[in-house]
């Protein structure tokens, strides 16, 4: 295996060190800014040699955290193979083994990883979370001070004080400077005796501030300082704006984007007009279309080993048009689920470190983009293989959605329809409509399969039928009864019809519950003539079934009633609405 240079232990791109130590004036300090160094940066072939036995391992099955780190430790060279790593990666790897086996990964890390610890778990929606960096500095700790000292080097100095700054502030010394010192406070002096730090006695996290101080005194007084002189000079607000731009930056080589950005994947498409222009381009009959040849080609985005897939099972026609394609052209495809995964955990996910988020995102993303396969190839295996080497996945993906917007926008209507009183749906129907109006349709939604869309379409479909039943038309809505359920309010509509009335959701008073009776039932049953006439309602479509339903809980709490005797509405069934 070929040997690698050791990484720069001051953990960040090259500096004037000349300028930075001259005369010892702190003032000529150059801070540290931008991506920490990655031993293996522009060197992918050399990259994917040194990362090969690793992915070896995990030919025959996807093994867990704690599997890999065991094969990795048994290498020659674990700490070549670890840097070799793509920084996310490492981060999802490092989160994914947890504990005190963490700070064995990190103490092999290199800077660029130890840095995209704190871009991809230490903010929360462009909000820095101080606790979150000292917890993986505490980690580092565990395996000793030299990976601590590692950890706090490779951060930029604009990140050190910003954290800093959450929890101290600082003073020069001066000859009155105890005249400004608060007394409900913790003070204490710089290692350098040159400013009083001051912090809040009940601060929790106040022990890995001194210790994040003292690692920086120790490693560069220079660099030290000036930090410590940020906490006095610089404006947060501003700071944290310029560090949210540099790890944005730093996101995007890695595959994560902004979160408005990636949230563009569910932007509605025209499935069929994309489906359109698609084949149409295939078969040469298009000009410039809707796909990019050979999308994730090159360099561009960083090698990867796919580890963050592979715990997530390939579903079938994407797995079957995947395997007949060129190993190279499968790779790419690869490449391009696992930007794919990345960019729907940016959308969704509370951080792109959260591993957990990320094995469901991923399903959800693979799930999608293939409903979008088998809609693009209308399910012809070969066809979608031929798809595969030319479009972008995430094409695929925005034209799934698509489908299922389709199907929000009929459930919008169903929901005016109601006024707004998905209450009186059933328990699976309130449900499906509940979740397809969720403001990103997808998983945990019901539509995932091209099966699952094709259920939801005939449940809405007959829903629809349904309302039309109910007498809705020009879009306004049902005066729906409160408490009232779906299937009350279907067999209401159903007696009105049996009793030559146009469909009303109107309570029945004791005329028409008599009527009903005495001329709609015989012998404890439906007149057939009858019964065949509101069947023929359905016209044999999807609302069929609800239709028999109603009327079998008719007859039950009617068909024996007498028309000619005593009824006292108090004491008769419920199947439909009573004026009591």
């Avoid at 972008?392 to 389709?406: K, Y």
């Avoid at 038309?473 to 009864?481: C, K």
């Amino acid at each position: 295996m070929t040997r690698l240079p050791a990484p720069d232990p001051a953990g960040q791109r090259s500096v004037d060190t000349a300028d930075s130590v001259a005369g010892g004036d702190d003032d000529r300090y150059v801070p540290r800014v931008g991506p920490a160094l990655d031993p293996y940066d522009d060197q992918p072939e050399l990259r994917q040699l040194v990362l090969s036995p690793l992915v070896a391992s995990t030919a025959q099955g996807p093994l867990t955290a704690s599997e890999r780190l065991d094969v990795v430790l048994a290498l020659p060279e674990p700490r070549a193979v670890v840097q070799a790593l793509s920084a996310d990666e490492f981060v999802l790897w490092a989160k994914e083994i947890g504990g005190g086996d963490c700070g064995e990964l990190l103490a092999l890390a290199s800077p660029r990883q130890m840095q995209a610890c704190v871009d991809l778990d230490a903010w929360r929606d462009d909000e820095l979370d101080t606790a979150s960096i000292f917890a993986w500095l505490a980690l580092a700790a565990e395996h000793g001070p030299e990976t601590a000292e590692k950890f706090v080097a490779a951060q930029e100095d604009g990140l050190l004080c910003l954290a800093l700054a959450q929890h101290i502030r600082a003073l020069p010394v001066h000859d009155e400077v105890d005249n400004e010192l608060p007394d409900d406070a913790e003070v204490f002096d710089s290692p350098d005796g040159a400013f009083k730090l001051i912090a809040q006695l009940d601060d929790p996290e106040l022990p890995w501030v001194r210790r994040m101080v003292a690692v920086l005194f120790g490693l560069d007084m220079l660099r030290a300082r000036a930090i410590i002189k940020g906490l006095y000079w610089e404006l947060p607000a501003q700071l944290d704006d310029d560090l949210r731009d540099l790890r944005a930056a730093r996101l995007r080589d890695l595959g994560f984007e902004p979160r408005p950005v990636a949230q563009q994947l569910y932007t509605y498409r025209d499935p069929y007009a994309y489906k359109r222009e698609l084949l149409a381009q295939i078969s040469g009959t298009g000009g410039v279309g809707v796909a990019v040849a050979r999308p994730y080609a090159g360099h561009a985005f960083a090698v990867k080993t796919g580890l963050a897939l592979y715990a997530t099972t390939m579903p079938p026609l994407l797995g079957q048009a995947m395997a007949l394609l060129e190993p190279h052209e499968k790779d790419r495809v690869q490449l391009g689920l696992l930007r794919l995964a990345y960019r729907v955990q940016s959308a969704r996910a509370v951080a792109p470190s959260e591993v957990a988020e990320l094995a469901h995102w991923s399903r959800h993303a693979m799930q999608t983009a293939a409903l979008g396969l088998q809609f693009a190839a209308d399910g012809d295996l070969a066809l979608a293989a031929v798809i595969l080497g030319s479009a972008a996945v995430d094409d695929l993906f925005t034209v799934a959605h698509g489908l299922v917007v389709i199907e929000v926008h009929r459930a919008k209507r169903l929901r005016t329809a109601l006024g707004g009183k998905l209450e009186v749906l059933d328990g699976a129907d309130a449900e499906l409509v509940h979740g397809l109006l969720a403001r990103f349709p997808g998983m945990p939604h019901p539509i995932g399969t091209p099966q699952e869309l094709q259920q939801v379409q005939q449940r809405l479909v007959a829903l629809d039928a349904l309302v039309a039943l109910f007498g809705a038309s020009g879009g306004a809505a049902l005066d729906v009864p409160s408490d009232t359920k779906w299937s009350t309010l279907l067999a209401t509509a159903l007696a009105w019809r049996a009793l030559g009335q146009p469909p009303s959701l109107q309570p029945l008073d004791l005329a028409a519950l008599r009527a009903l009776c005495g001329t709609c039932f015989a012998r404890g049953q439906w007149r057939l003539e009858v019964r065949m006439q509101l069947e023929q309602t359905a016209q044999g479509g999807p609302t069929l079934p609800w239709v028999q339903t109603a009327l079998q809980r008719l007859a039950e709490d009617y068909a024996g009633l007498d028309p000619a005797g005593e009824i006292d509405l108090r004491f008769v069934g419920e199947a439909v609405l009573l004026r009591r």
